[in-house]
């Protein structure tokens, strides 16, 4: 069994900062690509930002020059970094993980809203 716990979202003005954090246990052999997604009420769930496991990265052009994502590939975890927030930026954010051998795991979600 895996599991995905998140942490770091809140309230924040915009133009702060926030930092989430998706940390991933259970029976892992290894970790493929990580990712990061959101959901707006009344959207659908978007594509953030991805990482694989030699460090690529790959974003929205909505975020690119604000977001940054990293991974600890020996604490099995991902990281968002969240710079010059907007009110747009608000929604439900979602770590997506991929693991060898026993496909996509989703986190439980983590709200950011980002007040004007």
């Known amino acids: 069994q895996v599991q995905l716990v998140e942490s770091g979202g809140g309230l924040v003005q915009a133009g702060g900062s926030l930092r989430l954090s998706c940390a991933a246990s259970g029976s892992i052999f290894s970790i493929n690509d990580m990712g990061w997604y959101r959901q707006a009420p009344g959207n659908q769930r978007e594509l953030v930002a991805t990482i694989t496991t030699g460090g690529s990265t790959n974003y929205a052009d909505s975020v690119k020059g604000r977001f940054t994502i990293s991974r600890d590939n020996a604490k099995n975890t991902v990281y968002l970094q969240m710079d010059s927030l907007k009110p747009e930026d608000t929604a439900v954010y979602y770590c997506?993980?991929?693991?060898?051998?026993?496909?996509?795991?989703w986190g439980q979600g983590t709200q950011v809203t980002v007040s004007s």
């Open positions: 997506k993980v991929h693991i060898a051998y026993r496909g996509a795991y």
